[in-house]
């Protein structure tokens, strides 16, 4: 059984093309304004060695065609100055980068859902997300950030029109020569049928666990184990390793529960269930040679007005959580793939 896992370890490393360290990831959140070396420093006090810098293109609802992007009305941080600006303060402190452009539907629609009513509309869709991410994937290369990611919870997108997405990654192929993922949602991974063509199975890992309203440790451990085993054997179908392109916890009462809930409800802070949710995911994960690391949803950049002990959303900052990530980022910084 040894001998079968180091060849299946080198199998992995052989696809990713080189020897990786394990990522230890923050979602790095656009602003409206510079990053500044003291925006930075909070990241480096918890040993992150990489950061997702994130812009936004921006739709009116989910059936329409309309993709908007990299405009004077957007936050800076949003844009592909501001991208640029992220990224090249980020590696100048040895941070590297994940560039994930995304798309925001107005009033927080769910991106997966988004289906356009006619042929004319999907190809006009195509022609906007496709600039989009060309335009991305370029700044991409110019920068040179060690992973893109092509698209963020996109299934009926994706469902809908594959030839498209065979095609855009050949495109992006052509322009960006590092490592290539895409964001999927923890209940479509296993149905994106363009992982062979990527260098990394990327799963926004917003699994549900329990329905505890105070969940223990050895409850959240036992409802990973499920999970943990399809993703185990998916990695080895596809010979890919598996990156956490997104995964926290609220801190909230039921944080186990519906882990993708954003809404701005008012259920009860509950700072130990985040921080022992975000200590199981380290237990379980971070010592497998099938998986890459993850990035933590999500990092604000003034982090001494992020987070707090009365905030139930999902930063970890200012909160036990943020130890909890620090200790581990500590331990774990040069864990090789």
Known sequence: MKLVSFVWCLILISCSGQSFEKINGVSFVGSREE???????????IHAN???????????????????????????????RGAKQYID????????????????????????????????????????YEDFILMYAKLAEETKCSVYCIGTELDE?????????????????????????????????????????LDFVGVNAYFPLCEKQNPTVETLTAGWQPWKVKLKQFSKDMSKPILFTEFGYRSMDYTGKKPWLVDRNKENVNLKAQADATQVIFDEFWSEDWFAGGFVWK????????????????????????SVIREHYAQVKKSKL
């Open 35 to 45: 990053v500044t070396q003291a925006h930075v420093d909070p990241l480096l006090k």
């Open 50 to 80: 990489y950061a997702a810098v994130m812009p936004f293109g921006f739709m009116p609802d989910p059936n329409s065609p309309e993709l908007t992007f990299n405009t004077d009305r957007q936050w800076y941080g949003e844009t592909r």
């Open 89 to 128: 303060l980020l590696h100048k402190n040895g941070v590297q980068v994940m560039l994930k452009p995304q798309i925001w539907i107005w009033q927080g629609a769910f991106t997966g859902d988004m289906i356009m009513p006619s042929n004319e509309d999907w190809s006009t869709l195509e022609k906007s």
């Open 157 to 197: 997108f994706v469902k809908h029109r594959p030839e498209f997405w065979n095609n855009l990654i050949e495109k992006v192929r052509q322009v960006y020569h590092g490592k290539l993922t895409y964001a999927a949602n923890w209940d479509e991974y296993g149905r994106t049928p363009f992982w062979d063509q």
């Open 299 to 322: 990092w604000f950049i003034h982090h001494d007005r992020a987070g707090g002990y009365a905030d139930n959303r999902f930063t970890p900052q200012n909160k036990p959580a943020e």
